[in-house]
């Protein structure tokens, strides 16, 4: 009788005894290729093709792609390895891995990754997908945010969306340094559109408008085009309607997009009317502020403070807690939660600026500088130069209305 307590040792069995465990099983089959049934010829676009033996059962639990591949009689899958030629062997290898041992945390970096992600969205392995977008996601800085948007952005799964919105979030709180990093004129015109429209844009105006300008020109040395106004309106698109131009000062207009042609000289035109006009026409271009924009006072910076049904008053910046800002005025200190109601003083104080000025009463008179003493400032009535204090200067109600019709706000 044969003795079945005691077997033969073969070098065949040894491997299975020192692998105990399906996941340590499948990943010793893989690495030396025992009882594979296909292989694949992996990278010949990249110049360095290497043969990868693989298991067609194993790859069929994993993916309907290659259940289909194997199941369904392509012709390519009997007889010699089959081509594929556009994924490197690397990530063909850690595609291969995941699908063997359910994991690729050690496998995975910065430099595989994207690859990864092709061979996940080609072969329908949403798990692997979701795998490596949190890997990116961690991977995501300032400088790269808006380059990872763009390369898995085409990818259609589940968890892209999320990872895109995370991708302009960076871009919503750092929106200048984004806007004016190497990574944003590589970009493609959709992704820009997806950047301009948002609302939430932490920079200013004028900063989005030049960071457009700029995209349109390269776009236009990509398309071997003179970068004429007509030209980079072309490469924009829908893309001009969404920089707010009606938030530009007239001496940004004027030398900003009325210079450079970008705009029609009717859009022009628009926008100015828009600008100076009490009742705002309708206009193509959004007027109104982007929510993420907050302007940063300083401490003990001089403003100008609106405070709920009063006129326009001196005052100074003395605490920025939470989002409003806290000025202390006349006697009293005011706390401003909306943007609207304050402005710099440095803004709105010009030579020549048509004020109210209190000497023995509130009179008409033009401001001319800052006196060399603290809270004092020199100002004209008529024909006299006086010194008055500070918190005193008051800007009449048309001429601070005139002032912000003039400046879009």
């Not at 390895?81 to 994991?103: H, K, N, Q, R, V």
């Not at 806290?326 to 803004?347: H, M, N, S, W, Y």
């Not at 008529?382 to 001429?399: A, K, L, N, P, W």
């Amino acid at each position: 009788m044969p003795n079945h307590k005691n077997p033969p040792t073969t070098a065949a069995a040894d491997w299975r005894r020192s692998s105990p465990g399906i996941s340590n099983l499948l990943q010793h089959v893989l690495a030396t290729g025992q009882m594979a049934d296909v292989q694949f010829a992996v990278g010949r676009d990249h110049g360095d093709v290497k043969i990868i033996r693989a298991h067609k059962f194993i790859l069929c639990l994993n993916s309907d792609v290659f259940d289909a591949m194997f199941n369904g009689g392509l012709p390519e899958t009997r007889g010699k390895p089959i081509d594929i030629m556009e994924i490197l062997p690397d990530a063909f290898s850690i595609m291969l891995e995941y699908m063997y041992t359910g994991s690729v945390k050690r496998t995975l970096a910065l430099e595989n990754v994207f690859h990864v992600i092709y061979c996940a969205d080609k072969y329908n392995l949403p798990i692997l997908m979701d795998v490596c977008l949190q890997f990116v996601r961690s991977l995501l800085k300032v400088d790269t945010c808006l380059a990872y948007l763009e390369i898995v952005k085409p990818f259609a799964h589940d968890s892209v969306p999320a990872f895109m919105e995370k991708c302009l979030e960076i871009v919503d709180a750092s929106t200048e340094t984004v806007l004016q990093s190497e990574q944003f004129l590589p970009i493609s015109q959709n992704t820009l559109e997806m950047v301009v429209q948002r609302d939430t844009l932490s920079a200013d105006e004028y900063c989005i408008y030049t960071a457009v300008e700029k995209w349109a020109v390269e776009a236009c040395r990509r398309n071997n085009l003179r970068p004429s106004g007509s030209n980079r309106r072309e490469m924009l698109g829908s893309v001009v309607f969404l920089v707010r131009f009606p938030l530009l000062t007239d001496s940004q207009l004027v030398n900003g997009p009325a210079k450079s042609e970008l705009l029609l000289e009717s859009e022009l035109l628009a926008i100015y009317r828009y600008k100076h006009a009490m009742t705002k026409p309708p206009l193509a271009f959004s007027g109104e502020p982007r929510t993420g924009y907050v302007v940063t006072f300083r401490m003990k910076e001089r403003v100008f403070v609106q405070p709920e049904d009063e006129n326009w008053l001196a005052g100074e910046v003395s605490g920025t807690e939470g989002h409003g800002v806290t000025a202390q005025l006349v006697g009293r200190t005011v706390t401003i939660d909306e943007p609207k109601q304050i402005v710099r003083a440095f803004d709105i104080l010009k030579k020549g600026q048509p004020i109210l000025a209190f000497r023995r009463g509130w009179e008409k008179a033009k401001y001319y500088s800052a006196a060399a003493e603290r809270d004092s400032h020199i100002v004209r009535i008529g024909d006299e130069q006086i010194t008055v204090g500070f918190i005193y200067i008051r800007i009449s109600r048309d001429d601070m209305a005139a002032w912000k019709a003039t400046h879009g706000g």
